[in-house]
C-alpha cells in the first residue's frame, strides 16, 4: 500500500454489514442441526442420513472456496457477496419445501456453495477500505460475527419452530439475507473503494499454484483449525461425559468458552494493530500475534490430567481465545500479502486448507474418542498451534520487501 491509501468513512458502514452476513452465514447454518429431530420424524431421516447430509455440506463447502475466491476477484466485493448471500439465503428457503431426504441433502450441499463467499468477499472488502493498522480489527469483528450467530441460533430457531413450524424457520431466517442485500447495495452505492494499492493486475491460478506462501499458510490453516472443530463440536460432548452434566448445565456454561473466542477475534486484531501503530511492519506483527496465541494454545494439554471442572472451563476459553486470534491475524496477513485483485483467489486456497482439515480431524476424532478417551486429544490438540505458527513463518520467510505502491500479490 502507499501513504496515498484514504480509507473512506463508509468503511465501518460496510464492516456492520460484514459482522451481519456473518451472523446470518452462521444462523443459516445452524437452523438443520438445531431442528434435526423435528425433520427427521417427518421426513423418516435415519441418524445415517443425516451424518451423510452434514458430510455433503462440508465437502460442498469447502471445494466452493477454490471457486468463490476466483468469483470475488471476478466480479468484485459489492456483486459477488450480494450473489453469495443471494445464493446461500435461497438454498436455506428452499429448505423448509424439501419433502424427501435427497431433496434435504440438495438444498444443504447448494447451501455450501453459497456459504464460502462470505469469507472470500470479507477479507477482500477489508483490503479495499481498512488502512494496515486497522485490518486486524476489521477482521476480528466480522469474524466474531460467527460467534454471535451460533450463540444467537438456537433460541431464535426454536422460538421460529414453535411459533410457526420448521419449515417456516427455514423460509424466515433465509428471507433475512434479501434484507440484508438490500442494505449492502444502499451502503456501498455511497462508499468507494480508495483507489490506491487496491485495484491492480488479477493474480493468476498459475501464479497462485506456484506461490509457497499460499501453500504454506494453507497448511497452516489445515493444522490450526482442527483444534477449534475439537473444541466447538466435542467440548460439550466432554462436559457430559466427564463431569456428569446434563443438557441444561452445559449450556449454562459452555457459553463462557465461546464468548472467549469473540474476546479473542477482536483482541487478536487488536494487537497487531497495536503492533503496526508502534511501526513495525504489518506482516511481522501479524506473525507475532499468531506466535501468542501458538504459546497460548497448547495450554489445553493440562486438561488432560483430569482437572477440575472451573480448571477446565479456564483453560478451555484460553484455547479458543487464542484460536481467533490465530485465525484473525492469518486472514489479516492474507490481506497484507495479496492486498489486490487476487485477494479472493488466494485466500479461498487457504481457507480450503480449513475445510480439509475439518473433514480429515472429525472423522479421526470421532474413532479416537471411542477408543482412547480424550486425555490424547488434548494433548494433541495442544502441539497443533505451534506446528502451525511454524509453517506460517516459514511460508513468508526468504521474501525479498516490496517497493513502495508495488501490491504484495505482484512479486516475481
Not at 468503511?11 to 434435526?36: E, G, P
Not at 429431530?37 to 460442498?60: H, K, P
Not at 466435542?234 to 466427564?242: C, N, V
Request: glycine share 12%.
Amino acid at each position: 500500500m502507499t501513504d496515498a491509501f484514504q480509507p473512506s468513512r463508509w468503511r465501518w458502514f460496510i464492516l456492520a454489514l460484514l459482522f451481519a452476513s456473518t451472523i446470518l452465514n452462521y444462523v443459516d447454518r445452524q437452523t438443520l442441526s438445531i431442528l434435526a429431530a423435528s425433520i427427521q420424524g417427518e421426513l423418516g431421516m435415519t441418524d445415517g442420513d443425516y451424518a451423510r447430509i452434514v458430510q455433503v455440506f462440508l465437502f460442498t463447502y469447502t471445494l466452493a472456496y477454490l471457486g468463490a475466491g476466483w468469483v470475488t476477484d471476478r466480479l468484485g466485493t459489492k456483486l459477488s457477496l450480494a450473489l453469495f448471500v443471494g445464493w446461500w439465503s435461497l438454498a436455506n428457503m428452499l429448505t423448509g419445501l424439501v419433502q424427501n431426504v435427497f431433496q434435504l441433502g440438495a438444498a444443504r450441499a447448494a447451501l455450501g456453495l453459497g456459504e464460502a463467499g462470505n469469507y472470500t468477499a470479507g477479507p477482500k472488502a477489508v483490503s479495499e477500505h481498512f488502512p494496515p493498522a486497522e485490518r486486524g480489527f476489521a477482521v476480528g469483528v466480522y469474524t466474531a460475527g460467527a460467534m454471535i450467530g451460533a450463540t444467537i441460533a438456537p433460541p431464535l430457531i426454536a422460538w421460529l419452530a414453535l411459533a410457526h413450524s420448521w419449515r417456516a424457520a427455514f423460509v424466515i431466517t433465509g428471507a433475512a439475507g434479501f434484507v440484508w442485500i438490500a442494505a449492502w447495495f444502499w451502503v456501498y452505492r455511497s462508499a468507494k473503494a480508495p483507489a490506491a494499492g487496491a485495484q491492480v493486475s488479477s493474480y493468476p491460478w498459475s501464479r497462485v499454484l506456484r506461490d509457497r506462501t499460499v501453500w504454506g499458510l494453507a497448511g497452516a490453516r489445515m493444522v490450526a483449525d482442527p483444534v477449534w472443530y475439537f473444541y466447538l463440536f466435542w467440548l460439550p460432548k466432554y462436559m457430559g461425559d466427564q463431569y456428569g452434566m446434563g443438557l441444561v448445565q452445559v449450556a449454562q456454561f459452555a457459553w463462557i468458552v465461546y464468548l472467549a473466542a469473540d474476546f479473542g477475534s477482536i483482541g487478536g486484531g487488536l494487537l497487531s494493530g497495536a503492533l503496526v501503530r508502534r511501526g513495525i511492519d504489518a506482516q511481522r506483527s501479524r506473525l507475532l500475534a499468531l506466535s501468542v496465541a501458538a504459546v497460548l494454545g497448547p495450554m489445553g494439554m493440562f486438561i488432560a490430567g483430569g482437572v477440575g471442572f472451573g480448571a477446565m472451563l479456564a483453560l478451555a476459553a484460553v484455547v479458543t481465545f487464542a484460536h481467533m486470534v490465530f485465525q484473525v491475524n492469518l486472514t489479516s496477513l492474507v490481506v497484507d500479502r495479496y492486498p489486490g485483485h487476487g485477494v479472493a483467489t488466494v485466500f479461498g486456497v487457504i481457507a480450503a486448507g480449513s475445510g480439509v482439515g475439518g473433514m480429515l480431524s472429525t472423522q479421526v476424532v470421532g474413532q479416537l474418542v471411542g477408543t482412547t478417551g480424550y486425555a490424547p486429544l488434548f494433548v494433541m490438540m495442544g502441539c497443533l498451534y505451534p506446528v502451525a505458527c511454524g509453517l506460517a513463518w516459514w511460508a513468508v520467510s526468504g521474501k525479498r520487501a516490496q517497493p513502495k505502491g508495488q501490491a504484495l500479490g505482484q512479486q516475481a
